[in-house]
C-alpha cells in the first residue's frame, strides 16, 4: 500500500494563494487516480480533485476555474495548486490514491489544513 505525505498547508487570506504537495512512497506512474479530497470542520469529507494516470482531469464545481490538480510521476509527487481562494475553502486537504479504476482509494494521507481567513 502506497504511503502518501501532504504538506503545504497553512493560514492565508481571502483571495490568496498555496500549493499543496502529496510526496508518494512508490511510484505513481502505475497508480491510475490520485486525487486530493478534503473535510471542512462539522462537514463530510468532499471531492476536490483528481488526476489519471493518462492525465485526465476532474474537479468539484466549487473550485474549478481555483484549482488545478498535476502530478510529476518522475518525483512521485501530485500537486494541488489553490488560487484565489476562498473562506468556504478552509478544510483538512487529504491526499488520495486508488491503484485501480474499478476499486475504490486505497491509500489515505494523514492530511493538511488549510485556512482562510482574514
Known amino acids: 500500500q502506497v504511503q502518501l505525505v501532504e504538506s503545504g498547508g497553512g493560514l492565508v487570506q481571502p483571495g490568496g494563494s498555496l500549493r499543496l504537495s502529496c510526496a508518494a512512497s512508490?511510484?505513481?506512474?502505475?497508480?491510475?487516480?490520485m486525487g486530493w479530497y478534503r473535510q471542512p470542520p462539522g462537514k463530510q469529507r468532499e471531492l476536490v480533485a483528481v488526476i489519471t494516470s493518462g492525465g485526465n482531469t476532474n474537479y468539484a464545481d466549487s473550485v474549478k476555474g481555483r484549482f488545478t490538480i498535476s502530478r510529476d510521476n518522475a518525483k512521485n509527487t501530485v500537486y494541488l495548486q489553490m488560487n484565489s481562494l476562498k473562506p468556504e475553502d478552509t478544510a483538512l486537504y487529504y491526499c488520495a490514491a486508488r491503484r485501480y479504476p474499478w476499486r475504490p482509494v486505497d491509500s489515505w494521507g494523514q492530511g493538511t489544513q488549510v485556512t482562510v481567513s482574514s
Open positions: 512508490e511510484s505513481i506512474g502505475s497508480i491510475n487516480t
